[in-house]
Protein backbone atom coordinates (compact mmCIF):
# COMPACT_ATOMS: atom_id res chain seq x y z
CA UNK A 1 0.00 0.00 0.00
CA UNK A 2 1.12 3.64 -0.83
CA UNK A 3 1.87 6.09 2.20
CA UNK A 4 -1.21 8.13 0.32
CA UNK A 5 -3.76 5.42 0.82
CA UNK A 6 -2.44 4.86 4.45
CA UNK A 7 -1.93 7.74 6.29
CA UNK A 8 -5.32 8.58 7.01
CA UNK A 9 -6.74 5.22 8.25
CA UNK A 10 -3.14 3.99 10.52
CA UNK A 11 -5.29 4.97 13.38
CA UNK A 12 -8.95 3.80 13.16
CA UNK A 13 -8.01 0.02 14.13
CA UNK A 14 -8.99 -2.62 11.88
CA UNK A 15 -10.96 -0.64 9.22
CA UNK A 16 -8.95 2.27 7.61
CA UNK A 17 -11.48 5.55 7.88
CA UNK A 18 -10.67 8.71 6.35
CA UNK A 19 -9.06 10.98 9.62
CA UNK A 20 -11.50 13.31 11.99
CA UNK A 21 -11.26 16.24 10.11
CA UNK A 22 -11.50 14.44 6.66
CA UNK A 23 -14.87 13.13 8.13
CA UNK A 24 -15.47 16.59 9.37
CA UNK A 25 -14.85 18.32 6.00
CA UNK A 26 -16.82 16.03 3.52
CA UNK A 27 -20.23 15.74 5.44
CA UNK A 28 -20.47 19.79 6.38
CA UNK A 29 -19.52 20.56 2.92
CA UNK A 30 -22.07 18.24 1.73
CA UNK A 31 -24.26 19.56 3.74
CA UNK A 32 -24.09 22.94 2.44
CA UNK A 33 -24.04 22.28 -0.48
CA UNK A 34 -27.15 20.49 -0.62
CA UNK A 35 -28.82 23.08 0.71
CA UNK A 36 -27.43 25.83 -1.27
CA UNK A 37 -28.41 24.50 -4.87
CA UNK A 38 -32.02 25.34 -4.11
CA UNK A 39 -31.68 28.24 -2.27
CA UNK A 40 -29.42 29.39 -5.67
CA UNK A 41 -32.27 28.72 -8.08
CA UNK A 42 -35.12 30.00 -5.27
CA UNK A 43 -33.46 33.11 -4.72
CA UNK A 44 -33.12 33.47 -8.76
CA UNK A 45 -36.60 33.23 -9.34
CA UNK A 46 -38.00 35.14 -6.65
CA UNK A 47 -39.05 38.94 -6.95
CA UNK A 48 -37.11 41.61 -5.47
CA UNK A 49 -37.86 41.64 -1.66
CA UNK A 50 -36.07 41.41 2.20
CA UNK A 51 -36.66 37.40 1.86
CA UNK A 52 -34.83 37.67 -1.52
CA UNK A 53 -32.03 39.70 -0.17
CA UNK A 54 -31.92 37.71 2.88
CA UNK A 55 -31.54 33.96 0.28
CA UNK A 56 -28.73 36.00 -1.61
CA UNK A 57 -26.52 36.91 1.38
CA UNK A 58 -26.82 33.62 2.99
CA UNK A 59 -25.91 31.91 -0.97
CA UNK A 60 -23.12 34.12 -0.60
CA UNK A 61 -21.90 33.68 2.67
CA UNK A 62 -21.90 29.68 2.60
CA UNK A 63 -20.96 29.79 -0.57
CA UNK A 64 -18.00 31.28 0.82
CA UNK A 65 -17.55 29.02 3.86
CA UNK A 66 -17.24 26.17 1.41
CA UNK A 67 -14.73 28.02 -0.65
CA UNK A 68 -12.69 28.03 2.68
CA UNK A 69 -13.42 24.74 3.98
CA UNK A 70 -12.83 23.30 0.74
CA UNK A 71 -9.04 24.82 0.57
CA UNK A 72 -8.89 23.33 3.98
CA UNK A 73 -9.93 19.57 2.99
CA UNK A 74 -7.77 19.86 0.05
CA UNK A 75 -4.96 20.55 1.88
CA UNK A 76 -5.72 17.59 4.27
CA UNK A 77 -5.95 15.65 1.28
CA UNK A 78 -2.35 15.59 0.53
CA UNK A 79 -1.69 15.99 3.54
CA UNK A 80 -3.00 13.21 5.59
CA UNK A 81 -3.89 10.77 1.93
CA UNK A 82 -6.58 8.88 2.19
CA UNK A 83 -7.70 4.89 3.04
CA UNK A 84 -7.02 2.34 0.14
CA UNK A 85 -10.24 1.73 -2.10
CA UNK A 86 -11.41 -1.76 -1.94
CA UNK A 87 -9.38 -4.71 -2.85
CA UNK A 88 -11.43 -6.34 -5.13
CA UNK A 89 -12.71 -3.32 -7.41
CA UNK A 90 -12.31 -3.73 -10.79
CA UNK A 91 -10.02 -1.16 -12.80
CA UNK A 92 -12.65 0.44 -14.01
CA UNK A 93 -14.23 1.45 -10.61
CA UNK A 94 -10.85 2.63 -9.38
CA UNK A 95 -10.33 4.71 -12.10
CA UNK A 96 -13.94 6.25 -11.82
CA UNK A 97 -13.47 6.64 -8.13
CA UNK A 98 -10.40 8.86 -8.90
CA UNK A 99 -11.56 10.58 -11.41
CA UNK A 100 -14.86 11.72 -10.20
CA UNK A 101 -13.12 12.29 -6.77
CA UNK A 102 -10.81 14.49 -8.59
CA UNK A 103 -13.60 16.44 -10.34
CA UNK A 104 -15.69 16.99 -6.75
CA UNK A 105 -12.73 18.49 -5.21
CA UNK A 106 -12.08 20.81 -8.43
CA UNK A 107 -15.40 21.56 -8.61
CA UNK A 108 -16.08 22.34 -4.63
CA UNK A 109 -13.41 25.14 -5.34
CA UNK A 110 -14.90 26.25 -8.52
CA UNK A 111 -18.03 26.43 -8.07
CA UNK A 112 -17.85 29.36 -5.11
CA UNK A 113 -15.14 30.76 -6.69
CA UNK A 114 -17.23 31.42 -10.07
CA UNK A 115 -20.03 32.42 -7.86
CA UNK A 116 -17.27 35.34 -5.87
CA UNK A 117 -15.57 36.51 -8.93
CA UNK A 118 -19.16 37.25 -10.42
CA UNK A 119 -20.08 39.18 -7.54
CA UNK A 120 -17.50 40.89 -6.65
CA UNK A 121 -17.36 41.92 -10.59
CA UNK A 122 -21.09 43.46 -10.79
CA UNK A 123 -22.41 43.35 -7.92
CA UNK A 124 -19.53 44.64 -5.29
CA UNK A 125 -19.68 44.78 -2.20
CA UNK A 126 -19.31 41.11 -1.37
CA UNK A 127 -19.23 40.30 2.44
CA UNK A 128 -19.36 37.53 4.95
CA UNK A 129 -22.39 37.79 6.63
CA UNK A 130 -23.18 41.41 6.24
CA UNK A 131 -19.68 41.90 8.25
CA UNK A 132 -16.37 41.23 7.16
CA UNK A 133 -15.54 42.13 3.54
CA UNK A 134 -14.57 40.04 0.89
CA UNK A 135 -15.20 41.49 -2.49
CA UNK A 136 -12.54 40.50 -5.05
CA UNK A 137 -10.64 43.39 -7.31
CA UNK A 138 -12.46 42.61 -10.27
CA UNK A 139 -14.26 45.35 -12.15
CA UNK A 140 -16.19 45.33 -15.42
CA UNK A 141 -19.69 45.42 -13.97
CA UNK A 142 -21.65 42.74 -15.58
CA UNK A 143 -20.41 42.34 -18.96
CA UNK A 144 -17.62 40.51 -17.10
CA UNK A 145 -19.90 38.77 -14.66
CA UNK A 146 -21.88 37.23 -17.05
CA UNK A 147 -19.94 35.13 -18.95
CA UNK A 148 -18.74 34.21 -14.95
CA UNK A 149 -22.37 33.66 -13.62
CA UNK A 150 -23.09 31.06 -16.90
CA UNK A 151 -19.51 29.54 -15.74
CA UNK A 152 -21.00 29.19 -11.52
CA UNK A 153 -24.36 27.56 -13.64
CA UNK A 154 -22.34 25.43 -15.52
CA UNK A 155 -19.91 24.09 -13.20
CA UNK A 156 -23.03 23.71 -10.59
CA UNK A 157 -25.09 21.75 -12.46
CA UNK A 158 -21.91 19.30 -13.67
CA UNK A 159 -21.20 18.97 -9.64
CA UNK A 160 -24.83 18.34 -8.60
CA UNK A 161 -24.94 15.24 -11.57
CA UNK A 162 -21.67 14.11 -10.30
CA UNK A 163 -22.91 14.21 -6.72
CA UNK A 164 -26.02 12.18 -7.70
CA UNK A 165 -23.32 9.49 -9.46
CA UNK A 166 -21.41 9.60 -6.34
CA UNK A 167 -24.15 9.01 -3.69
CA UNK A 168 -25.94 6.34 -5.92
CA UNK A 169 -21.88 4.43 -6.03
CA UNK A 170 -21.28 5.07 -2.34
CA UNK A 171 -25.10 3.45 -1.30
CA UNK A 172 -24.73 0.93 -4.07
CA UNK A 173 -21.41 -0.04 -2.38
CA UNK A 174 -22.76 -0.29 1.03
CA UNK A 175 -26.26 -1.90 0.16
CA UNK A 176 -25.13 -3.84 -2.84
CA UNK A 177 -21.43 -4.69 -2.41
CA UNK A 178 -22.01 -4.76 1.30
CA UNK A 179 -18.08 -3.43 1.56
CA UNK A 180 -16.59 -0.84 3.54
CA UNK A 181 -16.46 2.28 1.25
CA UNK A 182 -19.36 3.94 3.17
CA UNK A 183 -18.25 3.16 6.46
CA UNK A 184 -14.53 4.83 5.87
CA UNK A 185 -16.37 7.73 5.41
CA UNK A 186 -18.76 7.39 8.39
CA UNK A 187 -17.67 8.49 12.21
CA UNK A 188 -16.97 6.15 15.01
CA UNK A 189 -17.50 2.64 13.19
CA UNK A 190 -15.54 -0.07 13.50
CA UNK A 191 -15.16 -3.46 11.65
C1 LIG B 1 -20.97 25.69 -3.12
C2 LIG B 1 -21.21 26.90 -3.45
C3 LIG B 1 -22.29 27.39 -4.37
C4 LIG B 1 -23.32 26.72 -4.99
C5 LIG B 1 -23.65 25.23 -4.94
C6 LIG B 1 -24.05 27.69 -5.76
C7 LIG B 1 -25.16 27.41 -6.55
C8 LIG B 1 -25.89 28.35 -7.26
C9 LIG B 1 -27.07 28.09 -8.02
C10 LIG B 1 -27.73 26.71 -8.20
C11 LIG B 1 -27.50 29.26 -8.55
C12 LIG B 1 -28.74 29.49 -9.42
C13 LIG B 1 -28.38 29.51 -10.86
C14 LIG B 1 -29.58 29.89 -11.71
O1 LIG B 1 -30.47 29.06 -11.87
O2 LIG B 1 -29.62 31.01 -12.20
C15 LIG B 1 -26.58 30.29 -8.12
C16 LIG B 1 -26.68 31.63 -8.45
C17 LIG B 1 -25.91 32.61 -7.88
N1 LIG B 1 -24.82 32.47 -7.05
FE1 LIG B 1 -24.14 30.70 -6.34
N2 LIG B 1 -23.46 28.93 -5.58
C18 LIG B 1 -22.40 28.79 -4.73
C19 LIG B 1 -21.54 29.78 -4.30
C20 LIG B 1 -21.69 31.14 -4.53
C21 LIG B 1 -20.84 32.20 -4.01
C22 LIG B 1 -19.62 31.97 -3.12
C23 LIG B 1 -21.33 33.37 -4.46
C24 LIG B 1 -20.85 34.77 -4.23
C25 LIG B 1 -20.05 35.14 -3.26
C26 LIG B 1 -22.50 33.06 -5.27
C27 LIG B 1 -23.29 33.99 -5.91
C28 LIG B 1 -24.36 33.71 -6.69
C29 LIG B 1 -25.20 34.72 -7.32
C30 LIG B 1 -25.05 36.24 -7.14
C31 LIG B 1 -26.16 34.04 -8.07
C32 LIG B 1 -27.25 34.66 -8.94
C33 LIG B 1 -26.75 34.76 -10.34
C34 LIG B 1 -27.79 35.33 -11.26
O3 LIG B 1 -28.58 36.17 -10.84
O4 LIG B 1 -27.79 34.89 -12.43
N3 LIG B 1 -22.68 31.70 -5.31
N4 LIG B 1 -25.60 29.71 -7.34
C1 LIG C 1 -22.83 16.67 -1.67
C2 LIG C 1 -21.60 16.84 -1.92
C3 LIG C 1 -20.48 15.83 -1.88
C4 LIG C 1 -19.22 16.12 -2.26
C5 LIG C 1 -18.72 17.45 -2.82
C6 LIG C 1 -18.41 14.93 -2.04
C7 LIG C 1 -17.06 14.84 -2.33
C8 LIG C 1 -16.26 13.75 -2.10
C9 LIG C 1 -14.85 13.64 -2.43
C10 LIG C 1 -14.03 14.74 -3.11
C11 LIG C 1 -14.42 12.43 -2.02
C12 LIG C 1 -13.01 11.88 -2.18
C13 LIG C 1 -12.30 11.81 -0.87
C14 LIG C 1 -10.81 11.56 -1.04
O1 LIG C 1 -10.42 10.67 -1.78
O2 LIG C 1 -10.03 12.31 -0.42
C15 LIG C 1 -15.55 11.76 -1.42
C16 LIG C 1 -15.52 10.50 -0.86
C17 LIG C 1 -16.63 9.83 -0.44
N1 LIG C 1 -17.94 10.29 -0.44
FE1 LIG C 1 -18.57 12.09 -0.97
N2 LIG C 1 -19.21 13.94 -1.53
C18 LIG C 1 -20.48 14.43 -1.41
C19 LIG C 1 -21.60 13.76 -0.96
C20 LIG C 1 -21.61 12.43 -0.60
C21 LIG C 1 -22.79 11.67 -0.23
C22 LIG C 1 -24.22 12.24 -0.22
C23 LIG C 1 -22.36 10.40 0.07
C24 LIG C 1 -23.14 9.19 0.50
C25 LIG C 1 -24.38 8.93 0.21
C26 LIG C 1 -20.92 10.38 -0.08
C27 LIG C 1 -20.11 9.31 0.18
C28 LIG C 1 -18.75 9.28 0.04
C29 LIG C 1 -17.91 8.12 0.36
C30 LIG C 1 -18.41 6.79 0.89
C31 LIG C 1 -16.60 8.47 0.05
C32 LIG C 1 -15.34 7.58 0.20
C33 LIG C 1 -15.10 6.88 -1.10
C34 LIG C 1 -13.87 5.99 -1.04
O3 LIG C 1 -12.89 6.35 -0.38
O4 LIG C 1 -13.86 4.95 -1.68
N3 LIG C 1 -20.49 11.62 -0.49
N4 LIG C 1 -16.67 12.58 -1.49
Redesign the pocket.
Known amino acids: MSSDTMKAGSKTGSLQR?SGI?IAL?WS??LI??SMVPVGLVMTRLDPSNLTNLLYELHKSFGLIVFGLAVIRIGA?FALG??A?EPDMPRWQVMA?RVS?GA??LL?ILVPLTGWAATSACCAPVNLFWTIPLTLPIGGGFDTAGPIFLLHNIFTMA?VAL?FV??AA??Y?HYSMKDD??R??MPGERR
Open positions: YQHIAIIRAPLAHLYIMIHAALHTLKM
